[in-house]
């Protein structure tokens, strides 16, 4: 069993302009109203160190989160150290009838708000690998990234998020769709064995398959409306490399490649996890010219097995059309990320998702007549995601994972200063509207943005019979709703 603290003591990435760097730049996208305010918390003689408010040094960047049009006031932020610390911000938020909301990374943080307390987890990111029983227990604050390090030692690898820098537990809760092998093995959300949670009266409860089971089953898909998971534990699977990475094409190619890469994908074993995406490159990218400051068309695929299999899998991707850049190849599994190379920094992204049960010609050819080379579409991204396969399944303890019945996702994002942020939004609506003839109706709950944080919006990422059972549970461990502050699942 090995120990691991993220401090900043992970082995230091490449800084060069490499494939890594070539990859990152060329991909430089991949994914409630006012609180009434009470006074500072009273805690006796002095102020805790480790809690902040307005005005504090150290506030604004604890409040931030990666999409900078996500907006967080609270009024007082709690850096939680440990179990005990979350537990105290709970207590004290009860006592005085306020919400909480939880952060750890900031990519899961996706509503706005005013008042309250917010609970930071980023120091709580402390990573155990147990290679005798292939699984992992990490705390609220470990990122993908140093959670890969530290598996990678032992041929083992989880059902990672796109980038680096998300928080494994926000990403699991919510089900964890992972570009890496989850058509191979489902959602990360199935391969979760156990977690500690402080539910919203003060208390740290364990949840397994055979205890608390019905916490255990809403948390697993249900994201952060059930409490504050302060310990995770989940499977890993023997995965040291990859074939993997992106084939980017002229986005006048789009008809030629989208039809194709659609069928080719339905004929692909489940060891192949796969989207497509309209995506526009920066124009100061360090790229090879004619890939620079153009719309393009990302064939993103992984592959899990060996290399040589995988070439002649990804074989008839290469000569569909003129390739741009191929990134696709062997790399071991600690450069997943380069699959789709998602930004580093904050970005203001303005993003609307839903799910489609078929990918027809007709479907294509909307896609492209909105989001190709001769439209006016103002988005960064446009993407599908194939499903099924694993994900399609239900796992052996089932969770409240919802629409296992759909075949891609829809995402589109679009990243504009707040002056354009209008014309953004309303396009993305666009999009999702026109695809409407091909959705499900439902909604991956990670994907959901701020402008679908209406209960209404939550309810589709959830087949009735799920969202009904989720009303119940939230019912018995949060009556009041203190956990309100995400993509809310209101109590009964």
């Given amino acids: 069993m090995t120990e691991q603290v993220d401090r900043g003591d992970q082995p230091p990435r490449s800084k060069g302009i490499d494939r890594r760097t070539l990859l990152r730049a060329g991909g430089v996208l991949g994914a409630t109203g006012a609180l009434g305010a009470v006074g500072a918390p009273a805690h006796g003689i002095g102020r805790p160190d480790n809690w902040l408010y307005p005005g504090d040094e150290g506030y604004d960047g604890a409040v931030a989160g990666f999409n900078t049009t996500v907006t967080r006031r609270p009024e007082a932020v709690v850096l939680a150290r440990d179990a005990q610390d979350v537990q105290k911000a709970v207590r004290y938020a009860g006592r005085h009838d306020l919400p909480v909301c939880v952060m750890a990374t900031g990519h899961q943080a996706s509503v706005s708000f005013d008042g309250g307390i917010l609970v930071s987890t980023a120091e709580m990111d402390r990573i155990r690998v147990d290679e005798r029983s292939s699984s992992v227990r990490i705390g609220p604050g470990a990122q993908w990234g140093p959670i890969a390090e530290a598996a990678a030692p032992h041929g083992l690898a989880g059902l990672a998020g796109s980038s680096v820098s998300v928080g494994a537990v926000g990403y699991t809760l919510g089900g964890g769709l992972s570009p890496t092998f989850g058509r191979l093995h489902g959602y990360a959300a199935d391969h979760v064995s156990r977690f500690e949670i402080v539910t919203a009266d003060g208390e740290l409860r364990v949840a397994t398959p055979e205890r608390a089971q019905d916490l255990f089953w809403a948390a697993r898909g249900g994201k952060g409306n059930f409490g504050i998971v302060t310990s995770l534990d989940f499977g890993l699977f023997p995965v040291r490399t990859l074939y993997a990475g992106a084939i980017l094409y002229p986005a006048e190619a789009a008809s030629d490649v989208l039809?194709?890469?659609?069928?080719?994908?339905?004929?692909?074993?489940?060891?192949?996890?796969?989207?497509?995406?309209?995506?526009?490159?920066?124009?100061?990218?360090?790229?090879?010219?004619?890939?620079?400051?153009?719309?393009?068309?990302?064939?993103?695929?992984?592959?899990?097995?060996?290399?040589?299999?995988?070439?002649?899998?990804?074989?008839?991707?290469?000569?569909?059309?003129?390739?741009?850049?191929?990134?696709?190849?062997?790399?071991?599994?600690?450069?997943?990320?380069?699959?789709?190379?998602?930004?580093?920094?904050?970005?203001?992204?303005?993003?609307?998702?839903?799910?489609?049960?078929?990918?027809?010609?007709?479907?294509?050819?909307?896609?492209?007549?909105?989001?190709?080379?001769?439209?006016?579409?103002?988005?960064?991204?446009?993407?599908?995601?194939?499903?099924?396969?694993?994900?399609?399944?239900?796992?052996?303890?089932?969770?409240?994972?919802?629409?296992?019945?759909?075949?891609?996702?829809?995402?589109?994002?679009?990243?504009?200063?707040?002056?354009?942020?209008?014309?953004?939004?309303?396009?993305?609506?666009?999009?999702?509207?026109?695809?409407?003839?091909?959705?499900?109706?439902?909604?991956?709950?990670?994907?959901?943005?701020?402008?679908?944080?209406?209960?209404?919006?939550?309810?589709?990422?959830?087949?009735?019979?799920?969202?009904?059972?989720?009303?119940?549970?939230?019912?018995?461990?949060?009556?009041?709703?203190?956990?309100?502050?995400?993509?809310?699942?209101?109590?009964?």
């Fill in 259 to 492: 039809p194709f890469w659609r069928d080719w994908a339905a004929a692909a074993p489940e060891s192949v996890t796969t989207s497509a995406a309209f995506m526009r490159t920066p124009p100061d990218a360090p790229l090879p010219e004619d890939v620079r400051g153009r719309l393009v068309v990302s064939v993103r695929v992984s592959f899990v097995g060996d290399a040589a299999e995988g070439a002649g899998i990804v074989a008839p991707l290469r000569g569909v059309a003129p390739v741009l850049l191929d990134t696709v190849d062997e790399m071991p599994f600690t450069n997943w990320d380069l699959i789709h190379s998602d930004p580093e920094g904050p970005i203001p992204a303005h993003e609307r998702t839903g799910l489609l049960c078929e990918l027809p010609d007709e479907a294509i050819e909307t896609m492209i007549g909105l989001a190709g080379s001769a439209s006016d579409s103002p988005m960064d991204l446009v993407e599908v995601r194939q499903l099924g396969g694993a994900l399609a399944r239900e796992p052996e303890v089932p969770s409240a994972v919802g629409h296992r019945d759909a075949a891609f996702t829809f995402f589109t994002i679009g990243v504009v200063p707040p002056e354009q942020a209008e014309g953004v939004r309303d396009y993305g609506a666009l999009l999702i509207e026109a695809m409407e003839p091909w959705s499900t109706g439902g909604a991956y709950v990670n994907f959901l943005s701020g402008d679908e944080a209406d209960p209404a919006d939550v309810r589709r990422a959830y087949t009735p019979e799920v969202y009904e059972r989720l009303v119940s549970v939230k019912s018995d461990v949060d009556s009041r709703n203190m956990f309100r502050l995400t993509h809310n699942i209101p109590p009964g």
